[in-house]
Nanobody
Framework: QVKVEESGGGSVLAGGSLRLSCEVSGSPYNMFCMGWFRQAPGKEREGVAAIVSDGYTRYQDSVKGRFTISRDNAENTLYLQMDSLKPEDTGIYYC????????????????????WGQGTQVTVSS
């Protein structure tokens, strides 16, 4: 059984940093695409950043220059370094994975992912 588990969430003041980690276990294959999504209270889940196995990355405009996504293909592990955090970054952050190929423009759409973690809370206070 494939399991996706996030860690690293927490509370931080605006301007601070957090690093999220995600481990995919139980899969004999590397994920083609992995991504981070977030959901704020009362809002829909949105794509934050995604990375493909060849290293291609895609970011939501609001996090460009502040967040960095990376992955360890050998370990099927995903990371999200979040710097210069803002209160609007608050939400539950989910890790997601996809075995099959997806076009670049679709990497931030949650409907293109079929493996999900339970989420980790990130709270940024002003």
């Amino acid at each position: 059984q494939v399991k996706v588990e996030e860690s690293g969430g927490g509370s931080v003041l605006a301007g601070g940093s957090l690093r999220l980690s995600c481990e995919v276990s139980g899969s004999p294959y590397n994920m083609f695409c992995m991504g981070w999504f977030r959901q704020a209270p009362g809002k829909e889940r949105e794509g934050v950043a995604a990375i493909v196995s060849d290293g291609y990355t895609r970011y939501q405009d609001s996090v460009k220059g502040r967040f960095t996504i990376s992955r360890d293909n050998a370990e099927n592990t995903l990371y999200l370094q979040m710097d210069s955090l803002k209160p609007e970054d608050t939400g539950i952050y989910y890790c997601a994975g996809r075995l099959g190929r997806v076009f670049a423009g679709g990497t931030l759409f949650s409907s293109n992912y079929n493996l999900w973690g339970q989420g980790t809370q990130v709270t940024v206070s002003s």
